[in-house]
């Protein structure tokens, strides 16, 4: 874990500063450059009154809703601080999600690519972009569980999995950070939100979230622990309520366990109106207190609501708030600003940027992200020389491909599924039309014997405060789909949704679906090579696809139960009008060629306690085979389960996985090895433990995958 050593200059300048100038510190203001505020805000800055700004208008920027980031606007606040008595530069923040100028898959799809390393050069290559516009400090990654896709923020973090989203994590505060924040082309990420924000009740935003210990040890602490052991340098509150007790106010989750059990040395800033929001949950009676809780808590910086600016200094000379607890918030951020280099260079000298590397690296990983999730007859991959006809709302979309969350990318940067056909089969007789009433499109579709339906849902269906109660195929969708099908035609499904969605039994109107998600600015070039052979497709689920709205929550790790509770592992109807399985499992994807493991083994199969404590592992090797024709990615996963623990252990868990090429007819062998983290659990108070008995090992290329091998621990 990455700790970083104390400066006698933070000391130095901590002993030279008013309580005003050591709460602005602590103060976080949103601006925009057309704000009619910003003279007002500059002075501030200027008093010291203001310690970090947040470029945005809103707490829920949307798509053409968020002013561009201004490098000279930047220039000119930096210069306000320099002109401050102490001259401390100003941190300056911005929802840098998936992208900048280059806009990148949504982190959900992102994470379906398995690929760590991939997903490493991407956040490098986006905040090198960000960071060459003034950009200092990134509102990412997000790290939160999700596993309610009708939850709009679920776009934005790496699915349901917590190995997944830790590995996730890791590589997004590499990409970002690299080895130091202050490093050209790196920005200080941010680690949210913490803790439990993704598990909202019935995925409705800002909800209750009611988590036990041991869930939150296990299944949505991981990504965070990660990203702590990674060395991020900030993490933002949530400002969920969880069982009872909002987060933005909780000493015990903020302090305890991200600080005293995780380890995390950063600086901790609150969600956008965190703080002043306490009143509301009703744990405080008015903004004093507010400001009180949230400080001792553990909360270092409050976003946009000036919560802290209007209230610490009258409750430090009433003696609510010492000094100590000041200092040690405002050390914190000061640490931070030195950490990433604000205090040699306030304003970074642009560099040149190489875009077209930028532009490849996404095309790559929106290649690696879409899912193929059905291919009967292997009508895919489609000839270049053949009639297709193409239509659907997505056809000749640009700004929805980029996905929420994109204020500094722009939708004429974005290549259509249209263009990308064309591109990459210049010769094929490509019929188009964007009008989907039925009444005009079977004279349409009449022309070719192939129909590819680019379909999907507007960038603007998700993000904060953009959740849907119905998640099925909307209905005119469907309806395009059916008719197709009756007219005997081959259809293709090019699914350009954000999240998850239930198919159901329309699934059966399509011989061939490609999961493409919200792929960003290269989604027309990646569609058109995965559909007609240039690319193998390769991504693999991370979230799991239910078949209908009423099963979610549905999640592959699942408790155990003594009747069956969930139909990933068994038979079993959890609804007189529904099966209990998914309609895709997590980790799922089909590709042009097949993948089979052939054999498993283990170097021991029995260790003891003693021996893993020593830090001795379990090694397993897996032998895969490639017996298509073709070349291709595999992402083969290894799954365990512990069916006889002193708590009550998930159905499955993912431990490892690793992502290879083999050529067509190639057998690999992958080697995993699992120590007392991986095949241990934790329990309730955060203790790591494993206990004696037999663990069941399964390996293969999505949640189902086989029994390989039994280890015993003694």
């Avoid at 501030?44 to 945005?56: C, D, P, Q, T, Y």
């Avoid at 491909?401 to 939708?411: F, K, N, R, V």
């Avoid at 024709?629 to 690793?658: C, F, H, I, N, W």
Wanted: net charge negative; proline share 4%.
């Amino acid at each position: 874990m990455k700790k970083w050593n104390d400066s006698p200059k933070i000391q130095e300048l901590l002993s030279r500063m008013t309580l005003q100038e050591k709460i602005g510190q602590l103060n976080q203001r949103n601006i925009c450059a057309y704000d009619e505020h910003v003279e007002e805000i500059k002075q501030e800055v200027r008093e010291g009154k203001i310690g970090s700004l947040l470029f945005s208008g809103s707490a829920i920027p949307e798509n053409g809703g968020m002013e561009a980031f201004d490098l000279d606007f930047t220039r000119e606040l930096q210069e306000a601080a320099m002109e401050s008595r102490l001259k401390i530069p100003l941190l300056l923040g911005r929802d840098v999600i998936h992208g900048f100028e280059t806009i990148f898959p949504i982190p959900l799809m992102m994470a379906a690519s398995f690929d760590d390393r991939l997903i490493e050069e991407c956040y490098s290559a986006l905040a090198a972009e960000a960071g060459n516009a003034g950009v200092r400090w990134a509102f990412a990654p997000m790290l939160d569980l999700s596993r309610d896709p009708r939850w709009g923020r679920v776009i934005e973090g790496p699915g349901e999995d917590p190995l997944l989203g830790s590995r996730y994590a890791a590589s997004a505060v590499r990409g970002f950070q690299g080895g130091s924040p202050a490093q050209e082309g790196r920005l200080l990420a941010c680690a949210k939100h913490f803790i439990g924000y993704g598990a909202s009740e019935g995925g409705r935003d800002y909800h209750h979230t009611e988590i036990s210990d041991y869930a939150l040890q296990n299944q949505y602490l991981p990504a965070f622990r990660a990203a702590v052991r990674a060395g991020v340098g900030s993490v933002m509150a949530s400002f969920n309520e969880l069982s009872g007790q909002p987060v933005t106010g909780s000493r015990r989750l903020l302090t305890e366990v991200l600080r005293e059990q995780l380890g995390f040395d950063g600086f901790v800033v609150s969600d956008w109106g965190g703080v002043e929001q306490l009143e509301a949950q009703g744990v405080a009676e008015n903004g004093a207190d507010c400001a009180r809780l949230a400080l001792q808590a553990g909360v270092d910086m409050d976003m946009a609501d000036q919560c802290f600016a209007r209230h610490l200094e009258a409750e430090v000379m009433a003696g609510r708030v010492s000094m100590e607890e000041i200092d040690r918030a405002v050390e914190r951020v000061l640490q931070a600003k030195l950490r990433a280099g604000l205090f040699r260079q306030p304003v970074r000298e642009t560099v040149n940027i190489d875009r077209v590397k930028h532009r490849a690296l996404a095309r790559r990983i929106a290649g690696e992200s879409m899912v193929l999730l059905k291919n009967d007859r292997n009508l895919l991959p489609l000839s270049k020389k053949g009639r297709v006809v193409l239509t659907g709302c997505m056809a000749q979309n640009r700004d929805s491909l980029m996905g929420a969350w994109t204020p500094d990318g722009s939708a004429d940067s974005v290549i259509t599924i249209e263009e990308g056909i064309r591109a990459v089969a210049p010769e094929l007789e490509l019929f188009t039309e964007s009008c989907t009433l039925l009444s005009d499109m079977t004279a349409v579709m009449e022309q070719a014997d192939t129909v590819i339906l680019a379909l999907g849902e507007s960038a603007r269906a998700s993000g904060e405060f953009h959740c849907l109660a119905d998640i099925s195929l909307p209905e005119d969708q469907a309806a395009l789909a059916l008719r197709a099908r009756r007219l005997g035609k081959k259809v293709v499904g090019l699914l350009c949704f954000g999240r998850p969605i239930a198919l159901g039994d329309t699934i059966s109107l399509f011989d061939a679906v490609l999961y493409a998600g919200h792929a960003g600015c290269e989604a027309g070039m990646a569609a058109a090579e995965l559909l007609f052979g240039d690319r193998n497709p390769s991504g693999h689920l991370s979230m799991t696809l239910p078949r209908s709205v009423g099963q979610l929550p549905l999640y592959y790790n699942a408790a155990p139960s003594g009747r069956p509770v969930n139909g990933y592992y068994t038979e079993c109807r959890n609804y007189i009008d529904e099966s209990g399985s998914p309609l895709y499992p997590f980790g799922y994807g089909l590709s042009y060629t097949s993948f089979q493991v052939e054999k498993a083994r283990l170097e021991k199969e029995t260790l003891s306690l003693a021996e893993l404590s020593a830090g001795e592992k379990a090694v397993l090797h897996v032998w895969v085979s490639n017996t298509g024709e073709r070349d291709g990615d595999t992402v083969l996963q290894l799954y365990l389960r512990d069916p006889a623990a002193s708590m009550a252990r998930p159905l499955r868990e993912l431990k490892a996985y690793e992502r290879r090429t083999l050529s067509a007819g190639e057998t690999a062998e992958f080697v995993f090895r699992l120590g007392l983290e991986e095949l241990g659990y934790y329990l309730p108070d955060g203790l790591l433990t494993l206990e004696k008995g037999e663990i069941q090992l399964f390996a293969g290329f999505d949640a189902w995958a086989e029994e390989c091998a039994k280890l015993r621990i003694v």
